[in-house]
Nanobody, 118 residues
Framework: VQLQASGGGLVQAGGSLRLSCAAS????????LGWYRQAPGKQRELAADITRSGSTNYADSAKGRFTISRDGAKGAVYLQMNDLKPEDTAVYYCNAVRVAVGGRYSSWGQGTLVTVSS
């Protein structure tokens, strides 16, 4: 699976951004689609994910501010981020996990930088 992330940028605290990730295959063949983020000097962490059945999961820091969604027709997954804080500054990566006969396969997009100024 190839993933192309976009939508990052510079925003002031309290602002919003919408990240997009386009997949090279039908997103309904993907078991879990997720957005991860990696801040400078920190480990990559999950921000939010959505399963093929539509169940969503959020990091505690994202609950109430971030919304993950998908569009099957466009083959894309989105991350709407509201009320952004300086601590949300990170490179955001799209991830796709496919579970199939033979194993579990994980793919990563190239990352998109989100910078939140105070």
């Amino acid at each position: 699976v190839q993933l192309q992330a976009s939508g990052g940028g510079l925003v002031q605290a309290g602002g919003s951004l919408r990240l997009s990730c386009a997949a090279s295959v039908s997103i309904f063949t993907i078991t879990v689609l997720g957005w991860y983020r990696q801040a400078p000097g920190k480990q990559r962490e999950l921000a939010a994910d959505i399963t093929r059945s539509g169940s969503t999961n959020y990091a505690d820091s994202a609950k109430g501010r971030f919304t993950i969604s998908r569009d099957g027709a466009k083959g894309a997954v989105y991350l709407q981020m509201n009320d952004l804080k300086p601590e949300d500054t990170a490179v955001y990566y799209c991830n796709a996990v496919r579970v199939a006969v033979g194993g579990r396969y994980s793919s990563w997009g190239q990352g998109t930088l989100v910078t939140v100024s105070s």
